[in-house]
């Protein structure tokens, strides 16, 4: 049975890995709170600390710090790079700021983890890349921060599909529904700005699903056919009426929405299995439903992030008078990440995903092994919503993934 491992005094004697995070908001948060609680459950080679966390806003970065337990505040990231007690970069931003953080920390000798989606553009995902393969060679180690991977009932999910379960893969089914866009009165955030999001649906929601679904098969998508669509075209700014009125706005205290709102797309991947994909901020009472299953010749499984310590899974080699979905309850201490949890039944949630990133980072750096996803997996994935870019720009025609 699982039980939370106890300090037995000698957490102090390892040698410490030394956080310094950049950006404070929900992402900020869920790190924080990742790094804050590992090295309480998990019996880690290294010892977390949460050094210094950076926002540009005084008051609330050092709010930040106090709320989060980081030890110390900066307000401008060059200057969280620079400092001697920083070893890992943790970067929580916006997309538009990852490429030139993570450059300039690599460039400062630190490992670094990235929240998805890498990059806003395919140019500045490889050049990422590159500069991360550089540093792999002098021991810095990179990652990207795809979380729904570290749900243990997707890992469990990855596990049985690898173990052969459900035979050659036919089919990968997968939503991401969100509705927080519906009401047209809902103001125009970073989130709706291509030049601060990169895309809007498909950076932020289809970035997940593209990287669970081909994590989950074990296997690359080849080319994709997609729609996708802005349902509305123009929302107050977000300071009110008269607030940063925008050289792009045509009625006053309104500016136009530049990223999609929802994105569909079918795929095929290598093996010939085929996947569809659908991520939108617009389905009404959806909150923030991800479901995804796989149909193999042998069996299927499905997953739903609303019942997260919840496996299903149909083996198809049964006979079929009492053949049937059944229900995993993934809470068993042979289950991934759970024998440092509680004992069965105990269930996980949202957060704790954040925790096991913190945990399989901690370990490959104190192992020297490249963690995954690593930045390439991070190219690959927003080379795929490239894909997905131009065949929706070309009515739906079938675009290959570029290799
Ligand atoms: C968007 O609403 C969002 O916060 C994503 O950015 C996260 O990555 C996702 O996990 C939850 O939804």
């Known amino acids: 049975m699982g039980q939370p491992q106890q300090s037995d005094g000698s957490e102090g004697a390892k040698p410490p890995l ?53 030890a110390a505040a ?3 990231w060059r200057a969280l790079i620079a400092r ?28 670094v983890l990235c929240e998805k989606p890498l990059a806003n553009t395919v140019a500045e995902a490889e050049v990422m890349a590159m500069a991360a393969q550089a540093a792999y060679e002098q021991g810095q180690l990179t990652m990207v921060g795809f979380n729904y991977r570290r749900v243990p009932a997707t890992a469990l999910a990855r596990r049985m599909v690898a173990e052969g379960r459900l035979g050659t893969l036919r089919h990968v089914r997968v939503t991401y529904l969100q509705d927080w866009l519906v009401d047209p009165g809902f103001p125009l955030t970073w989130r709706l700005r291509k030049e601060r999001a990169g895309s809007g649906s498909l950076g932020d929601l289809g970035a997940h699903i593209v990287d669970l679904a081909q994590y989950l098969a074990g296997e690359r998508l080849a080319g994709v056919s997609a729609l996708t669509e802005t349902f509305v075209r123009e929302r107050p700014l977000p300071g009110g009426p008269t607030a940063g009125l925008s050289a792009d706005s045509s009625a006053v205290g309104t500016g136009q929405v530049t990223v999609d709102d929802a994105a569909v797309f079918t795929g095929r991947f290598i093996s010939g299995a085929l996947a569809s994909f659908e991520a939108t901020r617009y389905a009404t009472g959806r909150k923030n439903a991800l479901r995804i299953e796989l149909n193999g010749e042998r069996g299927s499984l499905a997953f739903d992030l609303e ?28 289950h991934p990440y759970l024998d440092a949890w509680w004992p069965p039944g105990h269930g996980l949630g949202y957060e704790h995903t954040f925790v096991h990133q913190a945990r399989d980072l901690v370990h490959a750096i104190a192992e020297g092994r490249r963690p995954e996803p690593s930045f390439a997996d991070g190219l690959q994935v927003q080379r795929v919503l490239a894909a997905v870019e131009e065949s929706a720009e070309k009515n739906s025609v079938y675009t290959p993934i570029a290799v």
């Not at 070893?87 to 000798?109: K, Y």
């Not at 019942?307 to 042979?334: K, M, W």
């Open 74 to 76: 900066e307000t401008d």
């Open 307 to 334: 019942r997260l310590n919840e496996l299903r899974y149909h083996d198809g080699t049964e006979p079929a008078a009492h053949a049937g979905f059944r229900r995993i309850l993934v809470t068993e201490s042979d």
């Open 84 to 111: 001697d007690d920083v070893d890992l970069v943790d970067i929580c931003t916006p997309g538009d700021s990852h490429a030139e953080i993570a450059l300039a920390a690599l460039a400062a000798g630190k490992h």
């Open 18 to 70: 030394r956080v310094g995070m950049v950006g404070y908001a929900f992402m900020g948060a869920a790190h924080s709170q990742g790094w804050r609680t590992v090295g309480h459950v998990f019996d880690l080679p290294r010892r977390p600390v949460l050094a210094a966390i950076c926002g540009r806003d005084a008051a609330a970065v050092r709010a930040a710090a106090v709320r989060h337990g980081w």
